[in-house]
């Protein structure tokens, strides 16, 4: 059975998906442990009634980096862990070494727009700046850069003339949501 680690920052509706994917039978794998650098995070109040467990990562009060011996403890731990794959899900920090040479294309992205356009935050809205007519999502690997790791699977959504940012998240949402699952699977086939 695939052992998972989920790394998250927020609400962590696609850790869910993936909590529901493995209950209904289409994902044969475990989350062995939930991490959030964020202490007020939902995602870690998933994890527990889930019942799995969830810790918080001390990011030494920096708001977006990720310190080095920080990444290096969450590797250590989940090498303890046994860990198979890392799923970030929400998880608002650009992964380094020595997290990444750890867990060589074992680590999974999943963002909201259809890389390589409109990498970084809130890509729905920038969709929609840009006059954008498909949007979607991508799960990717996990490399050095932003958003820029080899695509694994992605799911398109019409953008419709009366969308709004939160209307067009909502809808990418949902096809998230379908696919992280999916794309998990097709990484573990790739191993």
């Not at 989920?6 to 209904?24: D, H, P, R, Y």
Request: glycine content about 6%.
């Amino acid at each position: 059975m695939l052992r998972l680690a989920v790394l998250g920052s927020g609400s962590g509706s696609n850790c869910q998906s993936i909590f529901n994917a493995i209950k209904e039978g289409r994902l044969d794998a475990e989350v062995v442990l939930v991490l959030s650098d964020n202490p007020d995070a939902y995602i870690l109040e998933r994890a527990r009634l889930n019942g799995v467990p969830a810790e918080v990562m001390d990011c030494g009060g920096y708001k977006n980096k990720f310190p080095l011996e920080v990444q290096a403890a969450v590797a250590q731990k989940l090498k303890e862990l046994k860990v198979d794959m890392v799923c970030l899900a929400g998880f608002m920090r650009l992964v380094k070494e020595p997290l990444l040479s750890a867990f060589p294309r074992r680590i999974l992205n999943i963002h909201p727009a259809l890389l390589p356009s409109f990498p970084g935050v809130e890509a729905w809205r920038q969709a929609l700046e840009a006059g954008a007519t498909q949007a979607g999502c991508t799960v990717h690997y996990v490399d050095a850069g932003m958003d820029t790791g080899e695509i694994i699977m992605q799911a398109y959504v019409p953008v419709l003339p009366d969308d709004t940012p939160e209307s067009l998240h909502a809808r990418i949402q949902v096809q998230e949501h379908i696919l992280y699952p999916a794309a998990i699977l097709s990484a573990l086939s790739r191993l």
